[in-house]
């Protein structure tokens, strides 16, 4: 499965629009690209997933460029409560067939300040 | 919101003791995880089940043990608890890939 890297922490405040990055050389032509969102003590929660292009929902956008080696998940007015981490994820999309081996990296630590 | 819950959210326990969490979902999904996460740390994968009297390890080697009788009932048990098995331990659940439900998580702590 393709690893990916992200930047390990970023900081914003309130109001303005984060965009994190992550890259993902190894990506197989079958692979979606997952994001995920964890607060303290808690599991992580499903945020967006695409394959190319962008996909937009009513938390975030995600962006893939065409060669889908990177991808950015753009969180539009951050509040103090979008304070975080996420987890970028690559592997085969629905009916596809990870063997349950999905690898979520340490992701990047979002601080918002006020 | 995921119906997934985990019991009990937090345990602390003496060493050598056997511990079970619990695991319950209520979506009818096949797959489920357990996964387990120290703090600021990635999560790695322990064991996974694709349905009932199904499961295999997973990336990460664990003293732990889990069964799948029902398909919507997913506990994980450590026969003889250690200091080194204290962590964050986060049960999830899929119906399709990559769009896991977790738990709250069971915080572990042996002394």
């Known amino acids: 499965l393709a690893k990916t890297t992200q930047p390990i922490s970023m900081d914003s405040y309130e109001g303005q629009e984060v965009n994190i990055t992550c890259s993902h050389n190894?990506?197989?032509?079958?692979?979606?690209i997952t994001w995920y969102q964890q607060f303290p003590s808690q599991g992580p929660r499903f945020i967006i997933q695409?394959?190319?292009t962008k996909v937009t929902n009513e938390v975030a956008s995600l962006f893939i460029p065409a060669d889908r080696k990177s991808s950015t998940l753009s969180l539009p007015r951050v509040s103090l409560s979008d304070t975080a981490v996420y987890y970028c994820?690559?592997?085969?999309?629905?009916?596809?067939?990870?063997?349950?081996?999905?690898?979520f990296g340490r992701g990047t630590q979002l601080t918002v300040w006020p | 919101e995921a119906d997934i819950y985990q019991t009990p959210r937090y345990l602390v326990i003496g060493t050598g003791k056997k511990i079970t969490l619990e695991c319950s979902q209520t979506?009818?999904?096949?797959?489920m995880y357990w996964y387990q996460q120290d703090p600021g740390m990635e999560l790695h994968l322990i064991h996974y089940?694709?349905?009932?009297?199904?499961?295999e390890k997973g990336d990460l080697s664990s003293e732990s043990t889990v069964s799948r009788i029902r398909t919507e009932h997913f506990p994980l048990t450590l026969e003889s608890a250690r200091p080194s098995h204290t962590s964050q331990y986060l049960c999830?659940?899929?119906?399709?890939?990559?769009?896991?439900?977790f738990g709250s998580g069971t915080q572990l702590s042996v002394l």
């Open positions: 979506m009818g999904h096949d797959k």
């Open positions: 190894n990506i197989a032509t079958n692979d979606y």
């Open positions: 695409g394959y190319k």
């Open positions: 999830a659940s899929s119906e399709e890939n990559e769009k896991l439900f």
């Open positions: 994820l690559v592997g085969p999309g629905p009916g596809g067939s990870t063997l349950g081996r999905l690898y």
């Open positions: 089940s694709y349905g009932v009297n199904s499961t």
